[in-house]
């Protein structure tokens, strides 16, 4: 299998090699361009920092603070995206008081551009979640969650697409199984849909119709279950699937110093990345693009810093 | 010929670097913390402001008072605090069970683990019943057969931990067998049907509590625990919580 992958490989790199030595040359406008993706997940309501008593977490935190890292990001680059992989509800009482609104505000603030849906964002029913969307400026992708007989129908997209810069970019969203989880009262109709099928599907239509030069997942599937080998998770994701760059996680409250490196279904890089719970890390990924395709970016897929 | 292949490359490269088809070449990964030595952005702290001082005028509003500091460790088999909150859930729940069903709740059992904080001494306030029950859970009544109550009790004794019980009366002998199993002072009937509160994170097999998995009647009250305690600790304005004989074991 890997040597197929590797003859396969070379053989695409010996033919663009051949091209380029014709063709680009006469193609002279292009430039590199660098894509930032920060991202946060299981926010759950924490608006403030943590005092300083509050053991790990003393000092951390706060959207006030997240706010300044992310316009010092956007600054830099102004091809960034924000995204948020769900479990935005649940945690303070700024969500007993306010059902969420407090949330959604200031994720709009801070220009989130779409996030995902979890569980516990339906811990006011699946009405709470609907009530809150007018303060949401930003908007959600889940395409394995069919609202169509509830009252979010039309509400939730399956993926949304962006042009940064030139590049273009697929954000594809996953929510985990709710049956057992969040009560039946609460999701209502909303019918959980198999995340491995539909990511292929999702990722198809990035790739091959859409023409994305980057797909992302957002998921709140779970980074992994060590004790329930059966239960589908980020890493079973990035395995069974091809044509995604990168899984953003939540759910599972996975602290990764650095996202996890996986090889996908046909032999390529997949990145899963999670950043813990309640705003205490924003992760930040930089996505270097270039129009003249490189030899070594060919033979071992991008260079992982 | 050479000439012509050459041609042949040539159109389709230029028809692939026109197609704008990016490659990717390098990515960096930082998982940034957010730290005190990020600046606040001031637009965010003002809006956020009157929304703060609304929660903590709220969450410190005075409710009642405890003379003393609970913990839920206070005892082996029952703790005043783990009492209080059983009580409170039989006390407050009940009139809202029989209003829908006719019939009482028999018993309540809920987790010692669900029991996040400590009572402090001093002022009880909205806050108190936030760090006490943080989670959202609520108030569920199934009917088990007193079959399946047994299975629970014996659940009680296996585990020895001192889950929060009202409405049953538990005497273990020195040996861990039981003395006497009373439910409202009356043996339990296997093929009799009680009714038992308690939260739905236990119900769906939540501490392994696998037995409320045979019950075939689920009646969710909506009534969340926190707010049992909020309106409990509304009700008395002192809590003087005792740890008592509802579930002891004998010396000898």
């Known amino acids: ?305 | 010929m050479k000439y012509k292949f050459i041609q042949i490359f040539g159109f389709l490269s230029l028809f692939f670097s026109c197609d704008n088809s990016k490659q990717l070449t390098k990515i960096e990964t930082r998982n940034v913390s957010v730290t005190a030595d990020l600046a606040p952005n001031e637009a965010v702290e003002s809006y956020v402001e009157p929304y703060k001082t609304h929660v903590e005028s709220a969450m410190n509003t005075v409710l009642s008072y405890a003379p003393k500091t609970h913990s839920k460790n206070d005892g082996r088999y029952n703790t005043a605090l783990g009492n209080m909150m059983a009580d409170a859930v039989m006390e407050l729940s009940n009139p809202v069970f029989k209003s829908r069903t006719g019939e009482n709740i028999d018993m309540v059992l809920l987790n010692q683990g669900g029991i996040r904080s400590i009572l402090p001494k001093g002022d009880v306030t909205h806050k108190t019943a936030f760090s006490i029950m943080p989670f959202e859970n609520s108030v569920v009544v199934t009917a088990l057969k007193g079959s399946v109550v047994l299975e629970l009790v014996s659940y009680l004794k296996d585990f020895g931990k001192a889950h929060p019980i009202s409405g049953l009366k538990l005497v273990l002998n020195a040996d861990h067998s039981f003395q006497s199993i009373l439910m409202n002072g009356q043996k339990i009937e296997p093929s009799e049907t009680y009714y038992v509160a308690t939260n739905d994170y236990l119900y769906n097999g939540g501490d392994r509590m696998d037995f409320f998995k045979k019950s075939d009647t689920l009646y969710d009250l909506n009534y969340k625990i926190r707010n049992v305690l909020i309106d409990y600790f509304t009700k008395y304005d002192t809590l003087n919580p005792t740890s008592d004989q509802r579930y002891i074991k004998l010396k000898k």
Request: glycine share 10%.
């Open chain 1, 1 to 305: 299998m890997k040597r197929r992958n590797f003859i396969q490989k070379t053989a695409a790199s010996t033919a663009l090699l051949s091209m380029g030595g014709v063709g680009l040359s006469s193609f002279s406008n292009s430039k590199a361009s660098k894509i930032t993706i920060l991202h946060t997940n299981d926010v759950h309501s924490h608006i403030e920092p943590f005092g300083p008593n509050e053991g790990n977490n003393a000092n951390k935190g706060g959207v006030a603070r997240r706010a300044t890292l992310i316009e010092n990001v956007r600054n830099e680059n102004p091809n960034t995206l924000l995204l948020d992989a769900g479990d935005i509800f649940q945690g303070t009482p700024y969500f007993n008081f306010f059902g969420g609104e407090v949330e959604f505000k200031l994720m709009s603030m801070l220009k989130y551009d779409v996030a995902t849906i979890g569980n516990h964002d339906f811990d006011n029913g699946i009405e709470g979640l609907y009530k809150q969307l007018p303060h949401a400026n930003f908007d959600f992708v889940s395409a394995n969650y069919d609202f169509s007989n509830t009252i979010m129908d039309t509400h939730v997209k399956p993926y949304k697409l962006f042009n940064k810069g030139g590049v273009k970019i697929g954000v594809f969203g996953l929510g985990i199984e709710l049956l057992g989880l969040v009560n039946k009262e609460a999701f209502k109709e909303t019918t959980y849909l198999d995340p491995i099928e539909i990511a292929q599907d999702m990722s198809r239509i990035l790739k091959d119709d859409e023409k994305c030069d980057l797909v992302i997942c957002i998921s709140h599937l779970g980074y992994a279950y060590k004790n329930e080998p059966t239960k589908i998770s980020d890493l079973k994701l990035a395995k069974a699937t091809k044509n995604i760059d990168l899984i953003i996680g939540g759910h599972t409250h996975t602290f990764l110093d650095k996202p996890t490196v996986e090889t996908n279904a046909e032999g390529k890089k997949v990145l899963v990345n999670q950043v813990g719970c309640y705003g205490l890390y924003v992760g930040k990924i930089d996505f270097y693009f270039d129009e003249h395709s490189k030899k070594a970016s060919f033979d071992e897929g991008p260079l992982i810093v």
